[in-house]
């Protein structure tokens, strides 16, 4: 990417709502410079090594003036970096864009402009109330709520004789003086009118009423920023098209502690559901290497009756030295294929391979009591597995025929820093801790520090499967649920019954 300020617009605040070439953009950068309302989600997708600058702000209580933004996108991109200035919404909407491309431009560095969904359209559009309908209205009208010159005034007379829809950005403090003018100067009182705050996050709330009751009703709700004002018709169409509150985990804050490059999945499916995914990584996944054990054992798949894999990482490491010493997925031919998990099972397909082996349960017990009705003492199995693994396993089936267990990972403590999720954590009222492995409790009680008993306490703990249990009750902790399936679908599985429960 050439080595330039991009001005990129984030969405309203559902990560999955920028544009590809605004994650592109992301992906590319040397710097990233964000406000406030930027989804962490997409702070993750940055490269490593990615210099992360916070420059958020909050109605009238600024971390850094705009002169600043503008100097630090300056300096940083004359130092050959290629920056993104990540804005909530659309840079040109509000959010000063033109501002700081302006001060580029005046400096000769070159720019360019990545549009975003502006909370006008997308956080309406999210809270069930179209900008726009044929039988309702034409038009849409789209104000900021609050002028760099508080004694400044807009047009309120030529506002209130608008016909189509009204939206206020940054106007909550302004909301009174909004309604009042608005009557004032012909509006009907009766007007439909609504505010949504934290539009398109699971942390979205929403009121609706007229134009004279909607600051009294805001009030009584204690509605904050960021929130949308807006008036119109087109309000009244907030019940029926209504999507994003209906969906089955709407507003639940659920912490995910797998590892970086392990959460993917979990956090889109739990997202689609209208989640609130916290991601908290505790654990890092080490690659054993050099590994003259997995070397050879691949060199001598001949010599083997059956291959058992107990995870994706031991699939994805054993296919991927697999490959760098030069063998496809031929090489597995007239072996048996074991696997423990679904999900296991479904990394060994993306490699061409179907899985002749998987237990009813996802445990070891279930594997040893199901595949000892398989094998003889004529058998030799290789197992590919974490160093941590249980040696129940290797032990059982060893009695039966020869075993080769082959260390081919560690798992360690999460090295990422994760005080900002933790200070994130003690706000919120309630949330749910997933722990999918012993070491994923035991590093988030490490590092939660002197905090772990009170947010573990707080929270309600699902786990994944009966060793993950025994260790966190081992611990003197209660287990809400455990999952029925011992995968993340088991445990979406269990939390969608829990909210149908409430």
């Not at 050439?2 to 590319?28: M, N, Q, S």
């Not at 009557?183 to 929403?206: E, F, V």
């Not at 995870?311 to 074991?338: P, T, W």
């Not at 009680?445 to 929270?459: F, P, R, T, V, Y």
């Amino acid at each position: 990417m050439i080595k330039k300020v991009y001005l990129v617009g984030a969405g309203p605040g559902d990560p999955d709502l920028i544009t590809l070439k605004g994650r592109k953009c992301i992906k590319e950068a040397d710097v990233l410079v964000y406000d406030r309302l930027v989804s962490q989600a997409l702070l993750e997708e940055r490269k490593p090594g990615c210099k992360l600058i916070y420059v958020g702000k909050e109605n009238r209580n600024h971390v850094k003036p705009q002169d600043e933004i503008n100097e630090i996108l300056y300096q940083e991109a004359k130092a050959g970096k290629c920056v993104v200035r990540l804005k909530g919404g659309d840079p040109y909407v509000f959010g000063r864009g033109g501002e700081e491309g302006e001060y580029l431009y005046q400096r000769n560095i070159p720019f360019e402009v990545v549009p975003g969904v502006t909370s006008a359209i997308g956080g309406l559009a999210y809270a069930g109330i179209p900008i726009t309908h044929r039988e309702v209205s034409r038009s849409f009208h789209v104000i900021t709520g609050h002028l760099k010159n508080q004694n400044e005034e807009l047009d309120w007379e030529v506002l209130a004789k608008l016909k189509g829809t009204l939206v206020f950005l940054m106007g909550v403090t302004n909301l009174e003086n909004i309604t009042n003018n608005l009557i004032k100067h012909g509006m009907d009182k009766d007007t439909p009118a609504a505010m949504i705050n934290w539009a398109t996050t699971p942390r979205q709330r929403s009121i609706s009423a007229t134009l004279s009751t909607i600051y009294d009703v805001a009030l009584e709700a204690k509605m904050t920023s960021p929130s949308l004002i807006v008036v119109g018709e087109v309000v009244s169409l907030k019940d029926t098209l209504d999507f994003y509150s209906k969906k089955p985990l709407f507003g639940k804050n659920i912490v995910i502690t797998r590892g970086t490059g392990q959460r993917d999945d979990i956090i889109d499916k739990l997202r689609s559901l209208g989640a609130n995914p916290i991601s908290m990584p505790t654990i890092e996944i080490e690659e054993i290497s050099p590994n003259n054990q997995l070397d050879q054992g691949i060199h001598n798949l001949d010599n083997y009756t059956y291959v058992v894999f107990t995870s994706i990482n031991g699939v994805k490491i054993f296919f991927k030295r697999l490959f760098e010493l030069g063998y496809d997925s031929r090489a597995l031919a007239g072996l048996k294929i074991g696997a423990i998990g679904s999900n296991t099972k479904e990394a060994i397909r993306e490699y061409g391979l179907n899985v002749d082996f998987m237990p009813t349960e996802y445990v070891g017990e279930s594997l040893v009591s199901e595949l000892k009705e398989e094998i003889s003492e004529s058998d030799k199995i290789l197992i590919p597995r974490a160093e941590s693994g249980r040696p129940f396993i290797v032990e059982e089936l060893a009695k039966i025929c020869k075993v080769d267990e082959v260390k081919t990972y560690k798992t360690v403590k999460s090295r990422e820093d994760s005080s900002h999720i933790i200070d994130n954590l003690k706000e919120l009222d309630s949330y749910y801790l997933l722990f999918s492995s012993p070491s994923t409790f035991k590093n988030f009680i490490e590092i939660a520090g002197q905090d772990a008993n009170d947010l573990i306490n707080k929270g309600r703990i699902i786990s994944i499967g009966p060793i993950t249990s025994r260790a966190i009750k081992d611990a003197g902790y209660p287990v809400f649920k455990q999952a029925k399936t011992y995968n993340y679908d088991g445990i979406i599985e269990m939390l969608l019954e829990d909210s149908l429960d409430e």
